[in-house]
């Protein structure tokens, strides 16, 4: 089966402006993550959503990020305006349904540099 | 709150050599561990969980609830286990996000 797709895989900006990623997750996932990973550390939850409803977001940077997944397929992560500590990989994973007992899936991750 | 510490960024061994990464964690209620591997330009992937007991590529993890550790272990290292090695946590009653500690590097040495 196809893994999680990422795009891009690479992105260079400057501080103040907007970057988006994309993400499309295994066919038939229900639940899909996106996280943080900045060098040096494990990855951490930004938003988590149930098909296209948001379970967890406590730990999204509201004044300056946001996510949607419309359809309850696709999802897009949106930096606006990026400062340079939003430099990092941004990990886009799925999974079945959400529950204990799940397997997260994980996509190759776009890096993002902020100068 | 829950956390995951890896007290070990890097642990280098040589081939043949037994192996223990280390991974404590700290939640109040019954947690689900996992170890994720991430390999030389590939993508984070499980290696295995708790619940499974099982052995994948050799390696196995124990969770000790008495000492909230969930340590990874291998007898006899390879080569090709040379990657950075997650401890992860799940709380039952916090939806399937994972709580990752900072990861360590394991380099196998020839």
């Known amino acids: 089966e196809a893994g999680v797709a990422q795009s891009p895989r690479y992105k260079i900006i400057e501080k103040r402006q907007s970057v988006a990623f994309w993400c499309n997750p295994i066919s038939g996932h229900a639940t899909l993550y996106w996280y943080q990973q900045i060098l040096g550390q494990g990855p951490k939850l930004l938003i988590q959503f149930q098909n296209n409803g948001v379970v967890d977001d406590s730990q999204l940077p509201k004044d300056r990020f946001s996510a949607e997944r419309l359809k309850g397929v696709d999802s897009t992560l949106k930096i606006q305006p990026a400062k340079l500590e939003d430099s990092a990989v941004y990990l886009c994973?799925?999974?079945?349904?959400?529950?204990?007992?799940?397997?997260?899936?994980f996509g190759p991750g776009t890096r993002l540099t902020v100068l | 709150a829950q956390r995951v510490t890896q007290p070990e960024k890097l642990l280098s061994v040589f081939k043949g050599a037994p192996v223990e990464l280390k991974c404590n964690y700290s939640y109040s209620g019954s947690p689900e561990l996992f170890w994720y591997v991430q390999y030389s330009r590939q993508r984070l992937q499980l290696l295995l969980r708790h619940i499974s007991r099982e052995s994948i590529k050799g390696f196995t993890a124990d969770l000790n609830k008495g000492e909230t550790s969930f340590h990874l272990k291998k007898p006899f290292a390879q080569e090709e286990d040379s990657a950075m090695y997650y401890c992860a946590l799940r709380a039952y009653n916090q939806g399937g996000k994972l709580i990752f500690g900072q990861g360590t590097e394991l380099s196998v040495k020839p």
């Open positions: 994973a799925s999974s079945l349904v959400g529950f204990p007992g799940d397997t997260q899936y």
